[in-house]
């Protein structure tokens, strides 16, 4: 299998990316470290083990990461994500620990401890965490199999301002050194997480899973959902972070460019916007695989069977 660490501030989408790799036996999940996000860094790492407990998964390390940006104040999203940042579905509280390890330190660490060219970071939060662990450790760089992450847009811009996607808005710093570290790099932006909707009947099969991780799914996307669902009146809300380990599980689902992506870090109004060159008007070198359009139906068909092998 394909050894990943997930790096995460879950987040209902967040977590179902996370039970997505764990059902699935392509992937081996190293750790999961938690970042803040969506909402601060005690709930994400909380969170993070009610989601592993959930799976049958409480072996698995989960480590605490950055508590905010690398320059900047925490800005958080409980307006999508609810108080919890889990709402929607009542987890118990979890037993297993958190590890003592530092995420930035345990991504380093696993990095150098596995042959070159076997680990993928999988990123579906603000990318402070693996912006700290890059300029810890630079040697970590070129070891690296591949950063996939969840951030950023072009075509379908912003979600938190007009020009910015939360994740790369949060910590626009972060996001520049990731897409600069010269790592392989795949960039699933908005521009194709609002094509993988939670229209009725997809929201239904989760429900009718009738699993203990069906049911949590059904709840927690029942809530997140409402949100975009009222905002931008589509079919449903958009499942953003599964996307990411969808992408490693069936790229074909997927198309995109190779392509230069800058990070707007210094403009009030832009700050965070992924300048992104689809159209290859700069000669700017590509940094990275942004993907614009997938197969909808062969995602859920994906995520949904993948989710019956979890009780
Ligand atoms: C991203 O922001 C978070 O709210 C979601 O979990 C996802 O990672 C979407 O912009
Ligand atoms: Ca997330």
Same mark, same amino acid.
Request: include cysteine; hydrophobic fraction near 45%; charge should be negative.
């Given at each position: 299998?394909?050894?990943?660490?997930?790096?995460?501030?879950?987040?209902?989408?967040?977590?179902? #990316?996370?039970?997505?790799?764990?059902?699935?036996?392509?992937?081996?999940?190293?750790?999961?470290? #938690?970042?803040?996000?969506?909402?601060?860094?005690?709930?994400?790492?909380?969170?993070?083990r009610k989601v592993c407990e959930l799976a049958g998964r409480a072996d698995l390390p989960v480590h605490p990461g950055c508590a905010g940006p690398l320059a900047r104040p925490l800005?958080?999203?409980?307006?999508?994500?609810?108080?919890?940042?889990?709402?929607?579905?009542?987890?118990?509280?979890?037993?297993? !620990?958190?590890?003592?390890?530092?995420?930035?330190?345990?991504?380093?660490?696993?990095?150098?401890?596995?042959?070159?060219?076997?680990?993928?970071?999988? =990123?579906?939060?603000?990318?402070?965490? &693996?912006?700290?662990?890059?300029?810890?450790?630079?040697?970590?760089?070129?070891?690296?199999?591949?950063?996939?992450?969840?951030?950023?847009?072009?075509?379908?811009?912003?979600?938190?301002? !007009?020009?910015?996607?939360?994740? &790369?808005?949060?910590?626009?710093?972060?996001?520049?050194?990731?897409?600069?570290?010269?790592?392989?790099?795949?960039?699933?932006?908005?521009?194709?997480?609002?094509?993988?909707?939670?229209?009725?009947?997809?929201?239904?099969?989760?429900?009718?899973?009738?699993?203990?991780?069906?049911?949590?799914?059904?709840?927690?996307?029942?809530?997140?959902?409402?949100?975009?669902?009222?905002?931008?009146?589509?079919?449903?809300?958009?499942?953003?972070?599964?996307?990411? &380990?969808?992408?490693?599980?069936? !790229?074909?689902?997927?198309?995109?460019?190779?392509?230069?992506?800058?990070?707007?870090?210094?403009?009030?109004?832009?700050?965070?916007?992924?300048?992104?060159?689809?159209?290859?008007?700069?000669?700017?070198?590509?940094? =990275?695989?942004?993907?614009?359009?997938?197969?909808?139906?062969?995602?859920?068909?994906?995520?949904?069977?993948?989710?019956?092998?979890?009780?």
């Open positions: 299998p394909r050894k990943i660490i997930i790096d995460t501030d879950p987040g209902q989408d967040d977590a179902v #990316a996370i039970l997505l790799a764990l059902a699935s036996p392509e992937l081996e999940v190293l750790a999961i470290t #938690a970042v803040a996000g969506n909402v601060p860094l005690d709930l994400t790492t909380l969170n993070a800005v958080t999203a409980e307006h999508v994500h609810g108080k919890t940042g889990l709402d929607g579905a009542d987890l118990p509280e979890p037993d297993m !620990p958190l590890q003592d390890t530092h995420a930035v330190d345990a991504i380093i660490a696993h990095v150098r401890a596995e042959a070159p060219g076997t680990v993928t970071l999988c =990123a579906l939060g603000p990318l402070t965490n &693996i912006a700290m662990a890059l300029k810890k450790a630079p040697d970590i760089a070129e070891r690296l199999a591949h950063i996939v992450l969840m951030g950023g847009a072009y075509f379908e811009v912003g979600n938190i301002t !007009p020009a910015a996607e939360f994740n &790369i808005y949060v910590d626009p710093e972060a996001a520049q050194v990731v897409f600069g570290a010269g790592v392989p790099l795949t960039v699933l932006p908005l521009d194709v997480t609002h094509k993988a909707l939670i229209t009725p009947d997809r929201h239904h099969a989760f429900a009718a899973l009738n699993s203990s991780v069906g049911q949590a799914v059904a709840g927690w996307l029942g809530f997140y959902e409402r949100f975009d669902r009222e905002k931008y009146g589509s079919d449903g809300g958009p499942l953003h972070d599964p996307c990411v &380990i969808a992408w490693l599980l069936a !790229p074909d689902l997927f198309t995109g460019r190779e392509i230069n992506v800058e990070i707007e870090t210094s403009s009030a109004l832009t700050r965070g916007m992924t300048v992104a060159d689809w159209w290859g008007v700069t000669d700017r070198t590509p940094n =990275a695989l942004f993907i614009g359009d997938l197969d909808a139906s062969g995602f859920f068909d994906l995520l949904t069977s993948r989710l019956e092998s979890l009780v």
